[in-house]
Structure formats: structure tokens, C-alpha cells
T-cell receptor, first 114, second 114 residues
């Protein structure tokens, strides 16, 4: 079964621009979470979606937003990019059908803001 | 708030045993995860503990003491390919917690020397 797929893998933007990142979860997984990973802060939770609804949100400014579609695919958007937004953005999916509920991560989208 | 602490770096030699510690302070507790992340790759799930005690899975074992807010990951018969970052993460149980929201430590970078 295919894993979590994120696109694009790498991108370079300039300050003030906006960016949209895409995530396709593992087939059958309806929960999708987004994390920002930086060397200084580690993995920080951005938000989580389930059945097209945002269920949880981390402590990030409103410039960070997301959505989930009926097929569970998710996108996140960052507007008015700042230099500090340079990071690896990781998407993770999980199954709500019992078990440990571990997160399955994609390889991430590495964003560089110049 | 939530606080997850683990050492920044560790080194060991091939064939040896290494123990990576993690201490946590969270307002609630609903499971502790260990993930492995090789440079430039996605974090991959290693282990999950929700009850006190030791969980063994091949060369890897993970221990949890909820009363002490403490866990460790034990890696035996180290191989060069075990060189990676090891991430400790906790799932909270209180209001605002959901399946996809984990609180991560900043990771322990393990280097295995020949």
C-alpha cells in the first residue's frame, strides 16, 4: 500500500509570496496532520483534519491555513511568507480504527524563503 | 504546558548497546511514541508505550514509567544504518487533544562509528 505522498518536495519562494503544499494520505486514513520541522524547534504541530473538518490547531499565526477534501487529501497554505517560515513541512496520516494510532509521515516539503 | 526532553547527541560503536532517554511533563498522558528519522527522510514509527513496562521489538526496546514521566529507547547490536535522529513524542489526553497531535522532543542524533 502506498505511503503518504507530499508535493512538491522542494520549493523556493521569496518573502511576501504564498505557497500551497499538498498531501495524499495512506488509502483508508481519514486523519491528516501537518507539522513544521526546524533545527531549532523540532517538530511543531500545525493542524489536524478529519472528514474535511479541522479538529485541532497549533500555535501558529493565521497565515498558516489548511483544508481537507472529501477524498482525505489535504493542502496547507502559507501566505505572506517570512524568512522564518523556511522549514520542512511534514504531513502525517493515521487510522482511527483502533491500534496505536501511530502517525505515518510523508517525506516532507522543504520550503526555503529568500 | 508540555515539555519533552531528550539528549541532543549520542555516539556509540557498532555492535554496542545504546539507551536514549526521554523525560516528559504533560498535562495528560495517552501514549508515548518513538520515531526514527534519517537525514532527509520521513520519520518512521519504532514503538509505542501506553502502560508501564518494556516493549521489545527485535533489536529495539522501549520502556515507560508513567509515574516518573520517563521513557527510554534501547538499541542493541548497533549497526551503521542506525545512525539517525530518534524522536520521542507524547500524546496528551486532555481537552484539545486529538489522534494526530503529538508533542515531540527535539530529537537525539545518534552516530554509530565502525
Amino acid at each position: 500500500k502506498a505511503g503518504v505522498t507530499q508535493t512538491p518536495r522542494y520549493l523556493i519562494k521569496t518573502r511576501g509570496q504564498q505557497v500551497t503544499l499538498s498531501c495524499s494520505p495512506i488509502s483508508g486514513h481519514r486523519s491528516v496532520s501537518w507539522y513544521q520541522q526546524t533545527p531549532g524547534q523540532g517538530l511543531q504541530f500545525l493542524f489536524e483534519y478529519f472528514s474535511e473538518t479541522q479538529r485541532n490547531k497549533g500555535n501558529f499565526p493565521g497565515r498558516f491555513s489548511g483544508r481537507q477534501f472529501s477524498n482525505s487529501r489535504s493542502e496547507m497554505n502559507v501566505s505572506t511568507l517570512e524568512l522564518g517560515d523556511s522549514a520542512l513541512y511534514l504531513c502525517a496520516s493515521s487510522s482511527n480504527r483502533g491500534g496505536t494510532g501511530e502517525l505515518f509521515f510523508g517525506e516532507g516539503s522543504r520550503l526555503t524563503v529568500l | 504546558g508540555q515539555n519533552i526532553d531528550q539528549p541532543t547527541e549520542m555516539t556509540a560503536t557498532e555492535g554496542a548497546i545504546v539507551q536514549i532517554n526521554c523525560t516528559y511533563q504533560t498535562s495528560g498522558f495517552n501514549g508515548l511514541f518513538w520515531y526514527q528519522q534519517h537525514a532527509g527522510e520521513a520519520p518512521t514509527f519504532l514503538s509505542y508505550n501506553v502502560l508501564d513496562g518494556l516493549e521489545e521489538k527485535g533489536r529495539f526496546s522501549s520502556f515507560l514509567s508513567r509515574s516518573k514521566g520517563y521513557s527510554y529507547l534501547l538499541l542493541k547490536e548497533l549497526q551503521m544504518k542506525d545512525s539517525a535522529s530518534y524522536l520521542c513524542a507524547v500524546r496528551d489526553v486532555n481537552r484539545g487533544s486529538t489522534l494526530g497531535r503529538l508533542y515531540f522532543g527535539r530529537g537525539t542524533q545518534l552516530t554509530v562509528w565502525p
